[in-house]
């Protein structure tokens, strides 16, 4: 574990722990507030995001934007991330070797960040962070605790694209999530 970014970034510079390291264009460490309270986790970079470096900047990121400004979440003040740094080929769902290789990362991110929520995007963020036994559709929506994190797993925002009654339900949770989060801020 490194006991700070700099040392962290430095960790992850030019990394080739898994085989993603040979059909990447760049890393997609992370971005926003270091300080959060609230850290969001999605599954990998796609083709938008291994180009610009940054996470969630193509179509799923610009309808989470959306999502975000809706419900009166600032971008600029939580933390986003992904369980893999990055792209998966094709966009497939990244492999249990290369999440496992990938996740000490994430761990020292969460570590130096130390969030009171983490918002987890779909079944990958899920099963990776929480275990395998856990499915989006029964757990969406829901709180969980462990450690003194609370978690939210939620749809994530790719999903929405192709599905109305998803975006309807991932609103939802992220209005849930502004809510336990002011009354947290305010006890
Ligand atoms: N999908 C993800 O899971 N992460 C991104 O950064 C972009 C799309
Ligand atoms: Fe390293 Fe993670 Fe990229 Fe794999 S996905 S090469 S472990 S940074």
Redesign the pocket.
Request: hydrophobic share 30%.
């Given at each position: 574990m490194e006991s700070n970014w700099e040392e962290l970034e430095n960790s992850?510079e030019d990394?080739?722990?898994?085989k993603?390291?040979t059909t990447?264009t760049n890393?997609v460490f992370g971005c926003g507030n270091k300080n959060a309270d609230i850290m969001m986790i999605g599954e990998g970079p796609g083709a938008d995001e291994d180009k610009q470096g940054n996470p969630f900047v193509g179509k799923a990121g610009q309808l989470m934007n959306k999502a975000f400004e809706g419900v009166g979440i600032v971008r600029d003040e939580i933390y986003i991330t992904n369980i893999?740094?990055?792209r998966p080929p094709q966009n497939r769902v990244p492999e249990d070797d290369?999440a496992k290789?990938?996740l000490n990362?994430l761990r020292n991110q969460v570590i130096l960040v130390n969030p009171k929520i983490i918002v987890l995007l779909g079944s990958t963020a899920l099963k990776n962070i929480l275990g395998k036994e856990y499915s989006i559709t029964a757990s969406r929506g829901k709180w969980i605790e462990k450690k003194g994190i609370l978690y939210m797993p939620t749809w994530h925002p790719a999903a929405l694209l192709r599905d109305e009654d998803k975006k309807i339900e991932f609103w939802k949770d992220l209005k849930e999530v502004v809510t336990r989060y002011s009354e947290i801020k305010n006890s």
């Open positions: 992850i990394c080739k722990k898994c993603l390291c990447r890393i893999v740094k990055c290369e290789a990938c990362y």
